[in-house]
């Protein structure tokens, strides 16, 4: 099984930016589909953005699409989500997850401990 640990969160006004990064270990990184869900207090966690193993083809949720960016640095072992125009709603706590599915399922695979994303208004 992969281990998966995040970073990168943190508070930050609406209109701003963060990038989360998720370093994994324990198994060959390329073998792995890659993705970033969140959970907002209340709610059920949703998908967030995936990336195929090579890194060449992604996949956005409609809520994020222009604003977030998937990538992968297969050399460093480590998935990026670079985050802009952060709103509000994009307040939760962010998980990455690795999978030899794609398209990725929700329910399998590795998970990171999560790290919290707090957008002020």
């Known amino acids: 099984q992969v281990q998966l640990v995040e970073s990168g969160g943190g508070l930050v006004q609406a209109g701003g930016s963060l990038r989360l990064s998720c370093v994994a270990s324990?198994?060959?990184?390329?073998?792995?589909?890659m993705g970033w869900f969140r959970q907002a207090p209340g709610k059920e966690r949703e998908f967030v953005a995936s990336?195929?193993?090579?890194?060449?083809?992604?996949y956005y949720a409609d809520s994020v699409k222009g604003r977030f960016t998937i990538s992968r640095d297969n050399a460093k072992n480590t998935v990026y989500l670079q985050m802009n125009s952060l709103k509000p709603e994009d307040t939760a706590v962010y998980y990455c997850?690795?999978?030899?599915?794609?398209?990725?399922?929700?329910?399998?695979?590795?998970w990171g401990q999560g790290t919290q994303v707090t957008v002020s208004s």
């Open positions: 324990g198994r060959t990184f390329s073998n792995y589909a």
């Open positions: 997850n690795a999978q030899t599915f794609y398209p990725i399922r929700p329910d399998v695979g590795s």
């Open positions: 990336i195929i193993y090579s890194g060449r083809s992604t």
